[in-house]
């Protein structure tokens, strides 16, 4: 009997065979951005500049967290403004700047969570008992709803004085123009009795439709009270002022270009003046020229980002082609 060839262990996996794809799979990665134009990219995404409409919403925050469990009388506001305005942004920079206290447990002095589309109120709760560190977050929504006592404790024992919720307007009905009276929505109920059993400041962040609170929320509404509005830049003096500022915080990367008028007008012209839309465009040039050996910023870094942030099937025109 004629003895059969062992086969080598190398040849009998094809996964453990050459690639052919290896060296395209290299020149990919070839093509990522190094470790040291993340690190400036960052350092520039971290910039703030408090533009007029950003003091007012910063005071607002400052104003809401000193009243919030020290009075009686309800204190809420609502943060009106476009996807990409700055809302998170501002609450973000907000929290950072707090001080430590004794008061508060650390970094939940103010807490913020985001809203789903549909609000019920036990999502709500247990965002809350995740958010507070409470062990045991799930459970029905009948377990839930009863441990909201829990929400109420773990706000007062932690020394919550603010709560903030981002996309707060999908707390309004979509096919309502108008609730039955004394018939509020469950989510806002919940909200409501939050506020006057803990006594802590809230803020609504969220579109335009929250403008309409009081028509479904009559009582709710007499709670959130003030409006502050984030919007895009138009192209003007503060818009020019917005870009001087940022420009000027900027120390580990030259993005001087920016500050020239007929940049300004390009970047208006790719961003409409909204400020996600307008770090996105930065933040990808900065890299590129980083990575290109070159310390500031040019148009065509700017041509190059645009195609990459907002892609090549973009139905607008690039602006700095």
Same mark, same amino acid.
Request: net charge neutral.
């Given at each position: ?34 470790v040291?134009? +993340? ?12 533009? *007029? %409409?950003?003091?007012?919403? !910063? @005071?607002? =925050? ?8 020290e ?82 404790e ?16 999908? +707390? ?12 509020? *929505? %469950?989510?806002i109920?919940? !909200? @409501?009795? =939050? ?8 803020v ?30 138009a ?39 909204n ?13 590129i ?33």
């Amino acid at each position: 009997m004629k003895k059969q060839r062992s086969t080598p262990f190398t040849e009998s996996l094809a996964l453990d065979g050459p690639d052919n794809n290896e060296a395209e799979i290299h020149a990919r990665r070839l093509q990522t951005y190094s470790v040291d134009a +993340l690190r400036v990219a960052t350092q520039i995404e971290r910039q703030y500049v408090n533009h *007029p %409409e950003f003091a007012n919403g !910063l @005071r607002m =925050l400052d104003r809401l967290f000193q009243l919030g469990t020290e009075l009686e009388t309800p204190q809420g506001h609502r943060l009106i403004g476009p996807p990409g305005s700055g809302k998170t942004a501002l609450f973000r920079y907000f929290r950072e700047s707090l001080p430590s206290s004794s008061l508060f447990s650390s970094s939940l002095g103010a807490i913020g969570l985001r809203v789903p589309k549909r609000p019920l109120p036990g999502l709500l709760i247990r965002e809350f008992l995740r958010i507070l560190k409470y062990p045991f977050a799930g459970g029905s929504y009948k377990q839930l709803y009863e441990r909201r006592q829990l929400v109420f404790e773990a706000l007062r024992s932690n020394g919550t004085r603010l709560v903030w919720l981002d996309e707060a307007h999908h +707390l309004l009905p979509k096919h309502a123009s108008r609730q039955i009276e004394d018939d509020e *929505p %469950e989510a806002i109920e919940l !909200l @409501r009795e =939050l506020m006057d059993e803990c006594k802590v400041s809230l803020v609504l962040a969220g579109s335009i439709e929250l403008d309409n609170l009081k028509s479904v929320a009559t009582h709710f509404s007499t709670r959130v009270a003030g409006r502050e509005a984030l919007s895009a830049f138009a192209l003007d003096a503060s818009w020019l002022g917005f870009l001087k500022a940022f420009s000027a915080q900027s120390a580990s990367f030259d993005i001087g270009l920016i500050q020239d008028r007929s940049m300004a007008k390009l970047l208006h012209m790719a961003t409409g003046g909204n400020l996600r839309a307008f770090k996105q465009l930065i933040l990808e040039a900065v890299l590129i020229a980083h990575d290109a050996n070159e310390m500031h910023l040019t148009q065509d870094h700017l041509r190059k980002a645009f195609d990459l942030v907002f892609g090549k099937a973009c139905t607008r025109s690039n602006s700095f082609a």
